[in-house]
């Protein structure tokens, strides 16, 4: 049985101190969340201070981007040491916004794949369709390279313990989420990938969240389906009663 994970994604929201007041008010509602693990990841100026507030607690750090080499000339730039170094177990790679904004590609999001596995962390890999792929009639194409682009060369053990997010563009922040049928479907075929690449046994392990638009109302309609063991969540990652609403939706057992 997979255990459910549910991620916070903050994007560019929160000071150090508001970061250390939002995780001191999550753990409070949440207690330990138990048969489901929780990740918060906060900008890198705040990781010190909530990874402080999370400190002997249920909850894990996790960041939004890193940097594929270990050191170096590559100003603005994060390694993977660097964010173990700060207390992070987990790293989301290739989000959607760093495709759309940063020049983000299938080839870094799979170099950064390598060296966070490298480094012991568990990547959150993203996928997901642009609306005009959606319309298309592309969806499975898109995702199903993307997934296949970030696993290349990766082992199967490695692959197991990597957690893939579904999050089609259309959905994120937007208001207008998937449907629990549609992500469950995309959910499968992602596992069906991973099985391609990596076999049954990694497909069986590998944790797939559904992203877009999951708040305290609807997260009941996604974490319910077989093949969706968790969600990624922005906007409402930032209320502690919203987040804690859909954590509390996703433990199993
Ligand atoms: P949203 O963002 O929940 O605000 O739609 C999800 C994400 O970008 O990970």
Request: hydrophobic share 45%; charged share 20%.
């Amino acid at each position: 049985m997979r255990t459910p994970i549910v991620a916070g994604n903050w994007k560019m929201h929160r000071t150090a101190a508001e970061g250390r007041a939002l995780a001191v008010a999550l753990v409070e509602k949440m207690g330990t969340p138990r048969g489901v693990e929780v990740v918060l990841c906060p900008p890198f100026t705040a990781l010190a201070a909530v990874g402080a507030a999370v400190h002997r607690t249920a909850l894990r750090l996790g960041a939004q981007n890193m940097h594929w080499e270990a050191q170096g000339a590559f100003t603005g730039e994060i390694s993977a040491a660097m964010l173990v170094d700060a207390g992070c177990r987990h790293v989301i790679l290739g989000h959607s916004e760093r495709r759309q904004h940063f020049g983000e590609t299938d080839e870094g999001v799979n170099r950064k794949a390598h060296a966070a596995l490298r480094a012991g962390l568990v990547p959150i890999v993203c996928v997901g369709e642009r609306l005009e792929e959606r319309k298309a009639g592309r969806t499975d194409q898109v995702v199903r390279g993307q997934l296949r682009a970030a696993l290349a060369g990766v082992e199967p053990a490695q692959a197991a313990g990597m957690v893939i997010a579904y999050e089609p563009v259309w959905a994120i922040g937007t208001g207008l989420p998937a449907t629990g049928e549609e992500a469950n479907r995309v959910s499968a075929l992602l596992r069906a990938t991973v099985g391609e690449a990596a076999g049954a046994d990694a497909a069986a392990q590998v944790r797939i969240q559904y992203g877009g638009s999951v708040n305290a109302k609807n997260c009941a309609e996604f974490l319910s389906q077989p093949e969706v063991d968790g969600a990624l969540v922005g906007g409402a990652s930032l209320d502690a009663e919203a987040f804690a609403v859909i954590v509390s939706a996703a433990a199993r057992g």
